[in-house]
């Protein structure tokens, strides 16, 4: 890859400002507060205990060695060696207390994390969690999280970072103020310069210069991770699909067919070499970001630890103060000085950061356009349902094609409906409007004469079972996949099971519907073949007991002779139902009521079946005469075939 391509990998966005920064890791702060209050309170006990405990250590030492220097008297040395036993004991007792609260709460605080986009994906409307973008920007915050530590988390570490600077600091500061009270006697003529005022500000300010030069160098090198997210991004992302490819069962055989391997390894060097060591990280460490990095340590060692030593121990030669006193200065102003640089570092991460938690938030606060409607779904006994479609047009957010144009029907509980076409002709598209998970682009549907915008939108959702052409099983049990339930009532699950037609691969199941599909939850669970997950779905759609029954291509898995076959059970056992069949295969439509035949986004053609396939210039006696041969032997059939 050349240098050109990947200096143009380079973000071009600017970073915020820092008090934009200072409010999204606020807002981020808060968010974990409201959903983990007790991580805020283990963070702040545990960096608090753990900031200034190290100090008490500091102080001890410095006195023991001071007295041994010193008077060397017995009692004050007892008494100094077992304040220092006690203390550690303390301090690592109360540690490990606080270690394990905090573990106990960390341990949860990533699930909750995960479970709030999970939450926020499952609660969006359906046009909303359907566009790819809202799936781009899921996609990309849980990439930049696992790959470059960015989003939502990373205000959690600089949160713990800065609180633990802060502390330190204080705690430094209240070690460190008798070094500067501390005189150098008068007969140290040449040294008494160290007393002065303003030699101790100009040492002050020395010490925060460097402080503060030393962090920003850190926070520059540390930036190149922010703008060149997008190259990380996207060189994880495919190191990740490929680099798990061999591992994916479904691929097994082709892989090896096709000698995928060969291609796959191929492909992935060429578009992997970001981590390699002639890739883009591997230069920016050899350049800019290795420079910004070593001098940000240099200037650490030469000026605040040089400046440290000399200071302290010119005093101390001085006659200022004992040996012992140096330990204790030396490594409280080392740790204070060190505080005010990670101070200004977490600061810059924050800021570095900030741009990742904004794209959090944009995710989190997507607002719902759906109307969710306040009309009760009236519960008739006589299930008395009429749905009607009047000139209703549908096109898909972002797309100047109609999907569905100027669709008029109407039908009643009761009735079996097919809806049958060529793939892409708009019949899926029509069931996602029948049932409310997008609302027409032009034009009205009525449910009882009524808008169903006006229904309350999980009310009216309750009306329907749908099985969908992509639908989906989850590995819980059987059971408690028809109720979508952790609790099921098992004879009524048996029942579905068996007038769907799964009633004797239920019988060969030792926990019958205790059974797991698939074995992530136990390793008694049973995978299941594509026909018979599909007979799960239809018998989930008999467990709901909803008035509407729609089947989208659900049997698409099996041959035509079985489908037929379960189509004419399927429509014995739905009683006073109303069942819509959507087919390009037309098995299901000799037995319904009506056909709705589409047609590039209309429906062209309507009637019952004997009608339909009677117009020799149809589309339906088109398509029926196509596929004649593939259903039971009927006088159409064989003259179809001969």
Not at 253 to 266: E, G, N, S, T, V
Not at 443 to 454: E, H, S
Not at 542 to 554: A, G
Not at 610 to 615: F, G, K
């Amino acid at each position: 890859m050349s240098k050109n391509r990947e200096k143009n990998k380079k973000s071009t966005k600017s970073l915020p400002s820092l008090r934009e920064a200072w409010r999204l890791n606020r807002k981020a702060l808060m968010f974990y507060y409201h959903t983990n209050p007790k991580l805020i309170l283990s963070k702040i006990l545990s960096t608090l205990w753990g900031a200034l405990t190290p100090y008490v250590g500091i102080y001890l030492a410095a006195q023991v060695i001071e007295e041994l220097a010193g008077g060397c008297d017995p009692v004050r040395l007892r008494e100094l060696v077992l304040a220092t036993l006690l203390s550690g004991a303390l301090i690592a007792l109360v540690s490990a207390l606080l270690g394990r609260f905090a573990a106990i709460v960390d341990s949860s605080s990533w699930c909750s994390y995960d479970l709030s986009f999970s939450q926020k994906m499952m609660e969006l409307d359906f046009p909303i969690a359907d566009d790819p973008e809202t799936r781009r920007k899921l996609s990309t915050i849980r990439q930049n999280q696992n790959g470059v530590g960015m989003g939502l988390f990373s205000a959690l570490y600089d949160f713990e970072r800065l609180m633990q600077s802060v502390f330190s600091l204080f705690g430094g500061l209240a070690l460190t103020l008798s070094l500067f009270s501390s005189k150098v006697p008068e007969s140290q003529k040449g040294l008494t310069f160290l007393n002065s005022p303003l030699f101790i500000l100009l040492f002050l300010l020395i010490l925060t210069a460097s402080s503060f030069l030393s962090s920003l160098l850190a926070t520059k090198a540390d930036s190149y991770s922010a703008l060149y997210a997008d190259t990380h991004r996207l060189a994880n992302r495919l190191f990740s699909y490929f680099g798990f490819l061999g591992g994916q069962v479904s691929l097994a055989a082709d892989m090896r067919i096709y000698r995928q391997d060969l291609f796959c390894k191929k492909y992935n060097e060429d578009k992997t070499d970001t981590f390699n060591s002639k890739g883009i990280y591997a230069r920016l460490a050899k350049g800019p970001v290795g420079f910004y990095a070593s001098a940000s340590t240099a200037v650490s060692i030469l000026f605040l630890t040089g400046c440290i030593y000399v200071f302290v121990c010119l005093k101390a030669w001085a006659g200022a103060f004992g040996i012992g006193m140096v330990t204790q200065y030396i490594s409280a102003i080392s740790r204070f000085s060190g505080s005010i640089g990670s101070t200004f570092s977490t600061i810059g991460h924050m800021r570095n950061s900030s741009s990742f938690i904004k794209l959090c938030f944009d995710f989190l606060e997507i607002p719902n356009t759906m109307y969710q409607g306040s009309l009760t779904v009236e519960k008739r006994r006589d299930r008395e349902y009429e749905v009607e479609f009047q000139d209703v047009s549908f096109r898909y957010p972002g797309s100047e094609q109609y999907a569905l144009r100027h669709v008029n029907m109407k039908f009643k509980v009761g009735q079996r409906l097919a809806v049958v076409g060529q793939n892409g002709s708009g019949k899926t598209t029509f069931i996602k409007l029948l049932c409310r998970l997008y609302d027409p682009t032009e034009g009205v549907i009525l449910l009882n004469g009524i808008d169903i915008r006006k229904y309350n939108y999980r009310e009216y959702l309750s009306v329907f079972s749908v099985v969908f052409q992509d639908f989906s099983l989850t590995d819980h049990t059987l059971g408690q996949n028809l109720a979508a339930s952790s609790t099921y009532t098992k004879t009524h699950a048996e029942s579905c099971l068996v007038k769907a037609g799964f009633g004797e691969r239920l019988a060969t199941l030792p926990l019958g519907t205790d059974t797991y599909l698939g074995k992530i939850f136990s390793q008694e669970g049973v995978d299941m073949s594509g026909g018979e997950r599909q007979k799960i779905a239809l018998a989930r759609t008999l467990y709901k007991d909803s008035p509407f029954i729609v089947l989208d291509e659900p049997t698409a898995a099996l041959d035509p002779v079985a489908e037929s076959e379960v189509y004419v059970n399927f429509n014995q056992i739905i009683e006073d139902k109303t069942a819509v069949y959507i087919s390009h295969r037309l098995s299901s439509c000799r037995f319904c009521d009506e056909i709705l035949v589409f047609d590039k986004g209309k429906i062209v053609q309507h009637g019952s079946h004997d009608t339909l396939v009677a117009d020799r210039k149809g589309k339906y006696h088109e398509l029926w005469y196509a596929q004649a041969q593939y259903y039971a032997k009927t006088p159409e059939a064989e003259a179809a075939t001969i």
